[in-house]
T-cell receptor, first 110, second 114 residues
């Protein structure tokens, strides 16, 4: 199956700092999604981004499909950004099944 | 109101008991999924259904069964629960007719098997 690797595994930031999270995947994909899992366990959709660049407020994401990686940028971090960020991909011909990375755990300190 | 709901949200049970987790959606999506998440890990696919008559096994289906009672309802059963099935369970939906096959997740069910 497809391999999905996220880095760094853990990240501690001071409030107001910027960060970049990376997702590498081992095969061509139809779908790539970024999620934020908050401290209560809920999964929140951040981006659907199989290619290109998108921005939503302080968050933006870029996927370079030909080089098999995606980046999630968090600017001016806030304590509410804390949690785990997951990248999930659907390999071409896998029939709509997402494979998740193991996540980046982010803690933003006030 | 939430588009994807799961019941119960929390459940503690004993080894050997039969458990059913339920998922309902109001998004009108045709595809539904069940995932489990173990502590510190990503999600793994248990079962998925592309329509009412289509059920497929995922990566970790052993010990689980599912039922797609209607387009909007997809339930997951543990016939005889065991402690290593303690996990956070998520239901998800997607729309095969849309431009994007983006998946949307319910709030999760935290299951503890003693």
């Amino acid at each position: 199956g497809i391999q999905v690797e996220q880095s760094p595994p853990d990240l501690i930031l001071q409030e107001g700092a910027n960060s970049t999270l990376r997702c590498n995947f081992s095969d061509s994909v139809n779908n790539l999604q970024w999620f934020h899992q908050n401290p209560w366990g809920q999964l929140i959709n951040l981006f659907y981004i199989p290619s290109g660049t998108k921005q939503n407020g302080r968050l933006s994401a870029t996927t370079v499909a030909t080089e098999r990686y995606s980046l999630l940028y968090i600017s001016s971090s806030q304590t509410t950004d804390s949690g785990v960020y997951f990248c999930a991909v659907e390999r071409k011909s896998s029939g709509d099944k997402l494979t998740f990375g193991t996540g980046t755990r982010l803690a933003v300190r006030p | 109101d939430a588009d994807v709901t799961q019941t119960p949200r929390n459940r503690i049970t004993k080894t050997g008991k039969r458990i059913m987790l339920e998922c309902s959606q109001t998004k009108g999506h045709d595809r539904m999924y069940w995932y489990r998440q173990d502590p510190g890990l990503g999600l793994q696919l248990i079962y998925y259904s592309f329509d009412v008559k289509d059920i497929n096994k995922g990566e970790i289906s052993d010990g689980y069964s599912v039922s797609r009672q209607a387009q909007a309802k997809f339930s997951l059963s543990l016939e005889s629960a065991i402690p290593n099935q303690t996990a956070l369970y998520f239901c998800a939906t997607s729309d095969s007719t849309g431009i994007h096959n983006e998946q949307f997740f319910g709030p999760g069910t935290r299951l503890t098997v003693l």
